[in-house]
């Protein structure tokens, strides 16, 4: 993956926001505007796509591979219970032992999870509220050791109130949550949606400080570093 194109691509976004929206009459403006936020959040969607599958391509195709006992929670367990139907060849084995089941269960267990079988539970999913509470966990437990790994990465903003200087801190969670309402209303009332007290350059470093922060802990966790797509996913950013 070329981190250096991602954030190139924001700081794009920036030069845009700040030289040409001035250009534009008001309905122009704010619809460039709306590209823009689109843009910002389709970035960090197609990044999360990429580190995915580069896990997935790095930890199959290394010496050691992935097996059954290196899948942490609920990806383990469905590949267990998905692979070859296991709950009824388990039955069947304690029902009527026979070796030719056993060897096949075993092999479940001991043998490596190729890379086409693994990008099955390790898989992106847009960033639906349902999909951040029950599909990431298991994804970042997996990749970064860390179920809640966007509660941990802590964003700040600088407020004045009452003509107090003030610093108001929140996760990356809540952040992603908060613009992903944004996203949805551009995407639904493109047209007509504007938004006020307009923050987007703080926005976009965000964006950019949660994947640094993303990264870094990838590369602590695992003895690989991010790896390029067969897909060149910022293509149409460039």
Do not use: C, W
Not at 10 to 38: F, G, M, R
């Amino acid at each position: 993956m070329d981190i250096e194109r991602i954030f190139e691509s924001y700081d794009n976004y920036i030069n845009i926001y700040q030289h040409e929206l001035n250009k534009l009459d008001s309905n122009a403006s704010n619809l460039l505007l709306n590209s823009l936020y689109l843009s910002v959040y389709t970035t960090f969607e197609y990044f999360l796509e990429n580190l995915i599958q580069s896990y997935v391509r790095s930890i199959t195709e290394s010496d050691k591979g992935i097996k059954l006992e290196g899948l942490k929670g609920s990806i383990a367990m469905k590949y267990f219970i998905n692979t070859n139907k296991n709950s009824k060849k388990l039955e069947q084995l304690l029902k009527d032992p026979k070796t030719k089941t056993y060897d096949s269960i075993k092999s479940i267990l001991y043998n490596k999870i190729d890379q086409e079988e693994l990008s099955k539970y390790l898989r992106f999913e847009f960033l639906h509220d349902n999909k951040l509470k029950e599909h990431y966990p298991d994804i970042f437990a997996q990749i970064f050791n860390d179920s809640e790994l966007l509660e941990h990465i802590e964003l700040s903003t600088f407020e004045t109130i009452s003509n107090v200087n003030q610093v108001q801190k929140y996760s990356a969670a809540n952040f992603i949550s908060k613009y992903r309402d944004i996203r949805n209303s551009i995407a639904h009332e493109n047209f007509h949606f504007s938004i006020e007290n307009e923050q987007f350059v703080e926005y976009v470093s965000n964006f950019k400080y949660i994947i640094s922060e993303m990264i870094k802990k990838y590369e602590s966790v695992n003895n690989f570093p991010i790896t390029n797509s067969s897909n060149d996913l910022l293509k149409e950013f460039s």
